[in-house]
């Protein structure tokens, strides 16, 4: 089953968006199987956001993620990687349709709210970074037959 990484970032916590935002994943059918609340080292910072590190943002990024408890969590479902991608929105705010967590609730690319996976390998290598495999917990939810044909 597919799986995504998913953190709700320092302004998400902060602003009190945690339970509006794991309401949206959940009522959408997808599954939730690793949740932990984290203070982000600098180390965990640089290696989450690698591939920007020769962004001009990079410094200024690291600084916002490392700033304030993080919530990190791992979502599980068929095409959860995209889907999660969409229910999230345009990386910058006032660029995401209304509907979306960034649509809905932000304003500016530097206070975005929230991270997700952006495809299968990122996913494996995000959800490796964060969590140690027994933290990851798989479960049957009993509203499966309700959600799949
Ligand atoms: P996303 O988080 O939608 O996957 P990304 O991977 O391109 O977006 O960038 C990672 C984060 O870096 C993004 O959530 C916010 C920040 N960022 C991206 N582009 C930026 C920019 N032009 N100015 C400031 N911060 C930026
Ligand atoms: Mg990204």
Same mark, same amino acid.
């Given at each position: 089953?597919? %799986?995504? !990484?998913?953190?709700? $970032?320092? /302004?998400?916590?902060?602003?009190?968006?945690?339970?509006?935002?794991? %309401? %949206?994943?959940?009522?959408? @059918?997808?599954?939730?199987? @690793?949740?932990?609340?984290?203070? =982000?080292?600098?180390?965990?910072?640089?290696?989450?956001?690698?591939?920007?590190?020769?962004?001009?943002? !990079?410094?200024?990024?690291? /600084?916002?993620?490392?700033?304030?408890? =993080? =919530?990190?969590?791992?979502?599980?479902?068929? @095409?959860?990687?995209?889907?999660? %991608? $969409?229910?999230?929105?345009?990386?910058?705010?006032?660029?995401?349709?209304?509907?979306?967590?960034?649509?809905? !609730?932000?304003?500016?690319?530097?206070?975005?709210?929230?991270?997700?996976? /952006?495809?299968?390998?990122?996913?494996?290598?995000?959800? @490796?970074?964060?969590? $140690?495999?027994?933290?990851? =917990?798989? #479960?049957?939810?009993?509203?499966?037959? #309700?959600?799949?044909?």
């Amino acid at each position: 089953m597919e %799986r995504t !990484f998913l953190a709700i $970032k320092p /302004d998400g916590v902060q602003r009190a968006l945690v339970g509006e935002i794991i %309401r %949206r994943l959940e009522t959408k @059918g997808f599954t939730l199987v @690793g949740l932990k609340l984290v203070n =982000v080292s600098r180390e965990l910072a640089e290696q989450h956001y690698g591939v920007h590190k020769e962004r001009p943002f !990079f410094p200024s990024l690291v /600084d916002f993620i490392t700033s304030g408890p =993080v =919530v990190a969590m791992v979502w599980e479902g068929d @095409g959860v990687i995209a889907s999660a %991608r $969409k229910i999230i929105g345009a990386t910058n705010p006032l660029n995401a349709e209304p509907g979306t967590i960034r649509g809905d !609730f932000g304003i500016n690319v530097g206070r975005n709210l929230i991270h997700g996976s /952006d495809a299968p390998e990122t996913a494996t290598y995000e959800i @490796g970074l964060w969590f $140690k495999d027994e933290e990851l =917990v798989s #479960w049957q939810p009993t509203i499966t037959p #309700w959600l799949h044909e």
